[in-house]
């Protein structure tokens, strides 16, 4: 029934959200992009990645028609793209500069809306771009909202597990204490709902940390108060469903969780049709770094902390049988709905990767590099006369990745001073590669890049000094990791961290001259 098409390894950090407009795919993650693909084949369109977020992308959306991509960060912005074009059209704050853990636009591009970690929500006017109001509407973090299909509601979800309904004046119609226990994750209004007289009734989606897909009848009668009554609960998933969302004719609802599935479910009857098991696994030193940083204050069962391939964003094409899956495994699935033609998915694997972007400059892992891609790296290294060679070889990324000085003499480098030149340049690569491969407590949660001058803060964290100041300056007297009130400002230089990062540099540095070394002796 559902099948995998394709899979997109361009991120160099988890996968934090998928979206779909009618032509285009949009992911967001964590090491600050956004990449735009075609559906016509999943290649990445030549704007792609957009750059514009200071710190991790937690949140993607498309408008209705399809013109503008948002997306917000912890850098408490919302930036709206250009669809088209990639450019930056508007960056909105959040008015106390918080982070921003999701973003929402009305179906009919009316209102933008914005959860904060402080509890707050932002809603603008989108077409004139002005902020109508920012309201406290949890104790907690904001970490999921929708509008419904009629664009006068929308909900919110949060860290502490309830939902709330709202009117366009961030008026409350309705709570739903504990919804999920241990927080809320995500949630969606079916497109579709139903009058029935005076009344209206919308489907939602949620999912939480409980483990648990929950559909509620969200009912609105005219002169009454609006109510919200659970219609079913799906626990297909054994541990936190992080994801959901409905297929646009509103039959189905699909769900990523953290035992590292995609389900797919019947919306109406609650059966699962199938369940989707194919993200890769990666690194294990994301998983903990993850959990604290998306769900902060939260605490997890150690047993769900070292599950690897987390299933983090799921969404589904508007047009066309797609569904895509994201993961902290840094790749995106993309799968086709129905049996479909098995050349049509020969034909969209083989392009996939047309129109990219020189991996090197784009974030592709040098082992996921095509035999192209090694043939471009090699001109724009000037080793124009070695293209020949490696394309009648048929060397590609993982081929590039292992080639030593007799392997490279097998192939019939005779001059050892190009030999020598060649493999220089490929440890300079893997070395330039590998640095965000640096163990997981040298990197700033804050930016996920490796800390120069590294420095305790009060939560007992350590972070770059410069993130960290720009972090309390910017009015954010939280912790980046807890979002707790941080008890001082003050910062501590964590000289023994400082120390091991440039011991580790150090032995990168050394184990790159020391194969330099060997092939020149050669």
């Known amino acids: 029934m559902v099948s995998l098409i394709c899979t997109l390894r361009h991120h160099t950090d988890e996968v934090t959200c998928c979206a779909f407009s009618p032509s285009l795919l949009a992911t967001s993650s964590g090491d600050k992009t956004l990449r735009v693909y075609t559906t016509a084949n999943f290649s990445e369109l030549p704007f792609s990645p957009l750059r514009g977020h200071g710190y991790g ?96 509601m929308f909900v919110t979800g949060c860290t502490r597990g309830d939902l709330k309904l709202w009117d366009a004046h961030t008026s409350l119609l309705h709570a739903e204490k504990d919804a999920h226990d241990l927080g809320v994750t995500c949630c969606c209004f079916a497109p579709q709902f139903i009058i029935n007289g005076c009344c209206v009734e919308f489907r939602l989606a949620s999912c939480g940390q409980d483990s648990q897909l929950k559909i509620w009848i969200v009912s609105q009668r005219e002169g009454a108060a609006c109510t919200m009554n659970l219609l079913q609960t799906l626990t ?19 769900s990523g969780s953290v035992d590292k599935s995609v389900a797919v479910y019947d919306a109406s009857l609650g059966t699962v049709l199938q369940t989707l098991k194919q993200h890769d696994s990666f690194s294990q030193k994301h998983r903990v770094q993850w959990c604290k940083s998306i769900f902060p204050g939260t605490a997890f069962a150690p047993s769900l902390m070292w599950h690897h391939r987390y299933v983090t964003a799921v969404a ?131 930016t996920r890049e490796l800390m120069k001058d590294p420095v305790i803060a009060a939560d007992g964290y350590s972070y770059e000094r410069e993130s960290i100041e720009s972090w309390i300056r910017g009015k954010n007297k939280t912790s980046p990791m807890t979002n707790l009130p941080l008890q001082t400002t003050l910062l501590t230089p964590n000289r023994s961290l400082k120390m091991a990062i440039t011991r580790w540099k150090s032995n990168q540095e050394t184990a790159a001259q020391s194969s330099s070394t060997s092939d020149n002796k050669s």
């Open 236 to 254: 297909s998933q054994t541990a936190p469903v992080l994801s959901c969302a409905f297929s646009s004719d509103g039959e189905w609802v699909v």
């Open 316 to 446: 589904l094409s508007p047009t066309f049988p797609w569904i895509a899956t994201g993961s902290m495994d840094r790749s995106v699935n993309v799968w086709r709905i129905g049996d479909g033609d098995d050349s049509t998915a020969a034909e969209s694997k083989e392009t996939r990767c047309q129109g990219r972007k020189l991996p090197g400059h784009s974030g592709l892992l040098l082992t996921d590099w095509s035999e192209d891609d090694v043939q471009t790296w090699l001109r724009d290294e000037g080793l124009v006369e070695l293209v020949g060679i490696f394309k009648a070889n048929n060397i590609d990324g993982p081929e590039l990745s292992q080639l030593n000085k007799e392997t490279a003499a097998e192939l019939g480098i005779e001059s050892v001073g190009l030999r020598g030149r060649l493999l220089r340049k490929i440890e300079a690569l893997k070395a330039e590669q590998n640095g965000s491969e640096a163990p997981d407590e040298f990197l700033c949660p804050i």
């Open 57 to 152: 992308v937690h949140c993607c959306c498309f408008s209705s028609c399809g013109s503008f991509l948002l997306s917000c960060s912890t850098d408490g912005s919302v930036i709206v793209w250009s669809a088209e074009t990639g450019e930056v059209k508007e960056t909105l704050e959040h008015p106390g500069r918080s982070p921003l853990r999701v973003c929402a636009l009305a179906p009919d591009s009316s209102l933008l809306l914005a959860g904060a970690c402080d509890g707050t929500a932002a809603l603008w006017d989108f077409r004139s771009k002005t902020l109508r109001r920012c309201a406290t509407v949890s104790e907690a973090s904001v970490v999921a909202c929708c509008f419904s299909p009629c664009a006068q």
